[in-house]
C-alpha cells in the first residue's frame, strides 16, 4: 500500500533496531508513548519484543475513550433513553461499561442508539428525523475535537435545532503535565502524540524538556515510525541534548493547523475543571460547548443527572493509564475483564494498553522468540 | 543480529498461564437479552449456543458444532447437512446479491466438510412492499448459483411479513450433501509441521458489502467474491489426498478460523503477516477504517491444512483454478503452544491473533 508500506520495510526496521541497540548503553530506559495508537501500533507489530532488554515502553494516558470517567458514561445512556432522542457516537463508545451496563446494551432494551464515522453523519440523521432529537457524543483530543466544531459550524448555518452534542473532549497537554508531576513514574523521555500535534502542533510540549527536563519525540504510527523515535530521543540524551523534535514531520507543522485551532476557539470553551478516568479532576483539561452555540449543548438542553461515579474496585485503569502498572498487573486483567466482559475502558477501545496487550501481546517469551526467530516459511 | 526479547517476570508468566486456563473454559451466558454481539460469531456467540440451543437440543452431531452435520444412513452411506440464514444488508452489492449467498454461502459449508453438494431449500421472508422485480432478479441470482455450483433447489417456503418486521429480504437455505465414501476430514488429523493455505486474496466481500451501504463517503472499486467452491475443492482433493481439514473464511474471516482450528485440533498456529493475501485496494480501505483483514468476512475462500509434503502440489492446484490465483501457504501447525494464534511480522516481532470480538461488521451474510 503506498504511503504505508515504506513505513513498514523490514530491512529499515532491522537497520533501526541494530542503531538503537547500540545507541542504548544504559541500563535502563523508560519512554512513554502518549497515544493510545502508538500502543496499538507497538503491539500490532510485535515490537516490543525485537526491542532490546533495557528499553520498557510505558503506555500512556492518550487513549479518547479510555479516559471518559464512568459517571459520563452513565449521563450518555440517559439521554440515550430519553424519549425521541436518536443518541450518536464513534463506535468504540458503545462497548464502554458504564454503572449499569454499556449504551450496546441500552440499544438492545431499545434505546435508538446508532455508530457514526463522523459528527458530520450525526448532522445528517438529524436532518433526516425532524422529529427526533440527535445527540452528538463527542470524545476526543484535539484530534477529533475539530471535526466536532465544524459540525456545530455547519448545524448553527443550517438552522438545525433538532441537534445538540455532549462534548467530552479532552486536551492533551494537563494529562502529560499530571503525569510528569506524578512522583511513582520515572521516565526517561516521550514519545509524543502524534495526531493530535496536527491540530496543537509541536510547540505546546516545550514545557517537557525546559521545565521537566525530559525529551520528547512526536511520533508517527507506522512501526517505522516508532523504531526511528525511540532511536531519536536515545540520540538525544547520547548527545546530552534535551529538545521536543519532531518525526512526524510529513504531517505535523510546528505551529499545528492554525485554521482548526481557531475554529476550536469559536464553538468550545474551557471547562474549569473535569474528571479523568484514574486521573482524578485537572483543570482547564477538557472543552465545552462554547456559549454562542449553547443551543446546540446537550448539556444545555438536558438536566443529565451528572452524577460522580467511582470506578469499579477492582479496576486499575488509572494505574494503567498513568503508567504506573503493566495492563498485566492488574487484579482482574484477562480472567473478570476481558474484550468480551470489559470492566474498565483499557480494555475496550483498541487503543486502550489493556486490549492492545490483551488481543496482541499476549504471548510467552518463549513463544515470541521463536515465532519471531523462526524462518520465514 | 539476535535480539532478546523483554524478560518477563515470573508474576507476568503466571497472569499469562492464568489467562489461558481461563480462556480454555467455555464462555457463559451473562446477559438477559440478546444484544448484537450474539450474532457475531465471537465468545459471545458461542455462549449463547452452548446454553440455549444446545442445551435444548443436545445430541452428539450437533455437539461437533461443524459447518454442517455428519450423517449416516441405513444404508452406510454418508451426508452432510447444513443450514444458514442470509440477512445482508444491502441485499444486492457489486459482485453478488443475497441470493448468490445463499446458495454459496450454504453449498460451501457442505463443500468444505469434504461432501460433494446435491440439494437445497430455500426459505424466503419478505417485507411487506419489496419490489418483485428485485425480487424476481434474486431469484435468477439463485437459479444461477445454483446451476453453477451443480445443485438443485428442491423445497421451499414463503413467508410475507408487516412492514418493518424484517429489512426487505432474508433467505434460509439448507443443503444436503453426500461425502464420499474414502473421504476423512477433520481436526483430529491436523499435526505439527502441516501447512495452512488460504484460497485467495481476504476480505472482498465483507469491505464490498460494507462500501455498497454508502454511509463511508469512501469509494473503492471493490467487489464481492462470492462463488461456489465445490470445484476448487475437489481440485485441491485430488492434488493433495491427504487434505486434514478444510472451512470457508466467512463471518470472522481467516483469524477466525484458525482460532477454531488451533482449538478444536489442539494446536498452535504461526501466520506469517508477508504472506497475507489481501488486495492492495482493501487493505487500504481497511486500514482507513481501522479493521484487521484477518477478520474481514469472504464468501468464496476456504482455509484448508495439507500436509508439509502436499503443500506445493496443493498450491499449485489452488493457482491452477481460476478461484484460487492468489492462494498462498499463509502459516504453519506447530505442537505449542497449543490453542493459540500468533503471527509473525516481517520484521520478526510477533503477536496473538485472537477470536474477535464484537462484529465491526455487522450484517455482511
Not at chain 1, 86 to 112: E, N, Q
Amino acid at each position: 500500500m503506498k504511503f504505508v508500506d515504506e513505513f513498514r520495510d523490514p530491512a529499515a526496521a532491522r537497520a533501526l533496531v541494530r542503531t538503537i541497540t547500540e545507541l542504548a548503553t544504559e541500563d535502563e530506559y523508560k519512554f512513554m508513548e502518549v497515544c493510545g495508537g502508538h500502543t496499538h501500533t507497538i503491539y500490532r507489530h510485535g515490537l516490543e519484543h525485537i526491542l532490546p532488554d533495557n528499553i520498557e515502553l510505558v503506555h500512556g494516558p492518550g487513549c479518547p475513550v479510555c479516559v471518559i470517567p464512568m459517571g459520563r458514561i452513565d449521563d450518555a445512556i440517559w439521554l440515550a433513553q430519553q424519549e425521541g432522542v436518536i443518541f450518536t457516537t464513534f463506535g468504540d463508545m458503545m462497548r464502554v461499561p458504564g454503572s449499569t451496563g454499556s449504551l450496546l446494551d441500552a440499544k438492545a432494551r431499545g434505546a435508538d442508539c446508532r455508530f457514526v464515522y463522523s459528527p458530520l453523519d450525526a448532522l445528517k440523521i438529524a436532518m433526516e428525523n425532524p422529529t427526533k432529537h440527535v445527540v452528538f457524543f463527542a470524545v476526543g483530543f484535539e484530534t477529533t475535537a475539530p471535526s466536532t466544531a465544524v459540525t456545530l459550524v455547519r448545524a448553527k448555518q443550517l438552522g438545525v435545532t433538532n441537534f445538540s452534542v455532549f462534548a467530552n473532549h479532552v486536551t492533551i497537554v494537563p494529562p502529560i503535565k499530571a503525569i510528569l508531576d506524578s512522583p511513582d513514574l520515572r521516565l526517561s523521555g516521550f514519545l509524543g502524540p502524534g495526531h493530535v500535534s496536527t491540530v496543537v502542533g509541536t510547540r505546546p510540549y516545550r514545557f517537557v524538556p525546559e521545565v521537566y527536563g525530559k525529551p520528547m519525540v512526536v511520533a508517527g504510527f507506522e512501526p517505522l515510525d516508532i523504531l526511528q523515535s525511540v532511536q531519536m530521543l536515545l540520540k538525544q540524551m547520547a548527545e546530552d541534548r534535551c529538545e521536543v523534535e519532531n518525526q512526524y514531520s510529513r504531517v505535523v507543522r510546528p505551529e499545528g493547523n492554525p485554521q482548526a485551532l481557531q475554529l476550536l476557539n469559536e464553538t468550545m470553551e474551557l471547562r474549569p475543571h473535569f474528571e479523568w478516568r484514574g486521573l482524578g479532576f485537572i483543570s482547564q483539561s477538557a472543552l465545552k460547548v462554547h456559549r454562542d452555540f449553547a443551543e446546540w449543548d446537550a448539556e444545555e438542553r438536558f438536566s443529565m443527572p451528572g452524577i460522580r461515579v467511582a470506578d469499579p474496585k477492582a479496576c486499575q485503569c488509572g494505574e494503567v493509564l498513568k503508567g504506573v502498572i503493566k495492563p498485566w498487573e492488574c487484579k482482574v486483567f484477562g480472567t473478570a475483564c476481558t474484550p468480551e466482559t470489559p470492566i474498565g475502558t483499557c480494555m475496550v477501545s483498541p487503543e486502550g494498553a489493556c486490549a492492545a496487550y490483551y488481543n496482541f501481546g499476549r504471548l510467552h517469551r518463549d513463544t515470541a522468540i521463536m515465532v519471531g526467530e523462526r524462518a520465514a516459511l | 543480529m539476535t535480539v532478546t526479547p523483554r524478560a518477563q517476570s515470573p508474576r507476568e508468566l503466571q497472569v499469562l498461564s492464568r489467562i489461558e486456563a481461563f480462556r480454555q473454559r467455555r464462555p457463559r451466558l451473562l446477559e438477559d437479552v440478546i444484544t448484537l454481539a450474539h450474532g457475531a460469531g465471537g465468545k459471545s456467540s458461542a455462549a449463547l449456543t452452548d446454553a440455549v440451543f444446545l442445551e435444548a437440543f443436545g445430541n452428539p452431531t450437533l455437539a461437533a458444532l461443524g459447518d454442517s452435520a455428519g450423517l449416516t444412513l441405513p444404508s452406510g452411506e454418508r451426508v452432510a447437512f447444513s443450514t444458514d440464514s442470509y440477512v445482508v444488508q444491502p441485499i444486492q452489492f457489486p459482485g453478488g446479491s443475497i441470493g448468490h449467498l445463499a446458495v454459496h454461502g450454504t453449498v460451501n459449508d457442505l463443500a468444505v466438510s469434504g461432501a460433494v453438494p446435491k440439494w437445497l431449500s430455500a426459505g424466503f421472508v419478505i417485507e411487506e412492499g419489496l419490489s418483485i422485480e428485485v425480487l424476481r432478479e434474486i431469484v435468477a441470482d439463485m437459479t444461477e448459483a445454483a446451476a453453477l455450483a451443480g445443485v438443485e433447489i428442491v423445497t421451499g417456503d414463503t413467508k410475507v411479513v408487516p412492514r418493518g418486521a424484517a429489512d426487505r429480504l432474508f433467505i434460509n437455505t439448507a443443503g444436503i450433501g453426500i461425502v464420499p465414501t474414502d473421504r476423512v476430514l477433520g481436526p483430529e488429523r491436523v499435526a505439527p509441521t502441516d501447512r495452512i493455505l488460504v484460497s485467495g486474496t481476504m476480505g472482498d466481500h465483507g469491505m464490498a458489502v460494507m462500501l455498497a451501504r454508502g454511509e463511508l463517503n469512501i469509494e473503492a472499486d471493490i467487489s464481492s467474491d462470492t462463488a461456489a467452491l465445490g470445484g476448487i475443492v475437489s481440485e485441491l482433493l485430488a492434488a493433495a489426498p491427504g487434505t486434514r481439514w478444510m472451512r470457508d473464511a466467512t463471518r470472522g474471516g481467516v483469524g477466525t478460523v484458525l482460532n477454531e482450528l488451533a482449538k478444536s485440533a489442539n494446536v498452535g498456529v504461526i501466520i506469517e503477516e508477508a504472506r497475507l493475501p489481501v488486495r492492495p485496494i482493501v487493505n487500504g480501505a481497511c486500514d482507513l477504517l481501522g479493521i484487521d483483514p484477518l477478520y474481514v468476512a469472504n464468501e468464496g475462500k476456504f482455509v484448508a491444512v495439507v500436509p508439509v509434503e502436499e503443500s506445493e502440489a496443493a498450491l499449485a492446484a489452488l493457482r491452477a483454478h481460476p478461484l484460487g490465483e492468489d492462494a498462498a501457504i499463509i502459516a504453519e501447525v506447530v505442537a505449542e503452544p497449543p490453542g493459540i494464534v500468533a503471527l509473525r511480522t516481517p520484521f520478526g516481532g510477533s503477536r496473538i491473533v485472537d477470536m474477535l470480538v464484537g462484529d465491526p461488521l455487522p450484517r455482511i451474510c
